[in-house]
């Protein structure tokens, strides 16, 4: 069954528990989280580190089981079903370049594995031309393929894993902060490669970050992620020009702007505290600790998403009033 939204995402919930002597806690690491992604279109997902947006990931690929909610791409309910069927449709880009390649393989047998694995009838020839033309469209030259991870910088390394996961021509990428552990300068080659490759191949991406400036530009949409649960989804530049919940105007206050004038004079928005445990979350709305607009509603009651209209969603009791 084939849907407008590659994947959609309904009140998944991923729980992991932890021992502690003879004690057993919950980690609810995400709880009651619901998104869609369009095909074709990069939906940014940002929160401080923490939050779960690398849990949600890893769930949405199924490297964790789901607790309790539904995955569904492209149509298909994947929350329990096998998932090699559609390994082919979905491939995933980790943060770190440095652990994320086996160092004891070359760039030919690393970029070529995920085609040994869903297309074991490609021969020889189809498998090497396929392989240099990814390296080529990552912008890694094919006289270089012999080489191990070891040998290649880390922006080099984060090319030769985007190859890997985009050999297949899957149709949906989950990025998990593929650019936080590079230059800046390296950055801004790795956002604009991977927009390019989005025209070319049609891709859709679940971008994560912490970054938002570098989500802004990347992306059509956001989803802001506080303490396991989404705080607020919209447009991206509905987002970025009126944002409604108070834990994203934060966020956005806090990115560094170079001119020092417009630095010195805009408003500040600075988080009092730190993050609640996860395995103890606030009863009511989890940024309520934090929040300086919160009243005895905040805390006692979790806030339900309210439409705001065009996509425009927010998590907040006191809406409209601050």
């Known amino acids: 069954m084939s ?33 869609a992604v369009r095909k074709g279109e990069t939906v940014g997902l940002v ?9 949600i990931g890893r769930t949405i690929m199924r490297f964790n089981n789901p607790t309790a909610g539904k995955i569904y791409l492209d149509g298909d309910d994947i929350t329990t079903c096998d998932m090699a069927p559609y390994r082919k449709k979905m491939q ?27 297309f074991p009838q490609m021969n020889r020839k189809e498998r ?6 990814q390296l080529k469209l990552v912008g890694i030259n094919s006289e270089q393929r012999s080489r191990f991870p070891h040998e290649f910088s880390g922006g080099q390394r984060q090319r030769i894993s985007i190859a890997r996961a985009m050999v297949i021509k899957p149709e949906f990428m989950v990025l998990d902060e593929p650019v936080s552990a590079l230059d800046v300068s390296i950055q801004a080659q790795i956002i604009n490669m991977l927009m390019d490759l989005q025209a070319q191949m049609g891709l859709a991406y ?16 956001v ?83 309210t439409d705001l209209g065009g996509g425009h969603q927010v998590a907040c009791h006191r809406y409209g009033e601050i």
């Not at 090497?128 to 033309?133: A, L, P, T």
């Not at 679940?206 to 949409?221: E, N, T, W």
């Not at 560094?256 to 709305?285: A, F, M, Y």
């Open 128 to 133: 090497d031309e396929r392989i240099i033309e």
């Open 206 to 221: 679940l971008f994560i970050a912490h970054d938002l400036a570098v989500v802004r530009h990347i992306s059509q949409h």
């Open 223 to 305: 989803v802001v992620m506080y303490l396991g649960h989404v705080m607020e989804i919209a447009d991206a530049q509905e987002l970025y020009h009126h944002p409604a919940h108070p834990y994203t105007r934060a966020l956005l206050s806090a990115i560094p702007i170079p001119d020092p004038k417009t630095s010195r004079t805009r408003h500040r928005e600075i988080l009092q505290g730190d993050v609640p445990s996860p395995i103890n979350p606030p009863k009511g709305c989890p940024f309520s600790t934090r929040c300086r607009h919160a009243i005895d509603l905040c805390r006692e009651q979790p806030p339900a998403m």
């Open 47 to 55: 929160g401080e580190s923490g939050c779960g947006k690398s849990t």
């Open 3 to 35: 849907s407008e939204f590659i994947l959609k995402v309904e009140d998944l919930k991923t729980h992991f528990t932890v021992n502690k002597g003879r004690q057993k806690n919950v980690v609810k690491a995400v709880d009651g989280v619901s998104f």
């Open 92 to 118: 995933m880009v980790f943060q770190d370049p440095y652990s994320s390649l086996d160092p004891r393989m070359s760039v030919n047998d690393i970029v070529g594995e995920p085609l040994d694995i869903q």
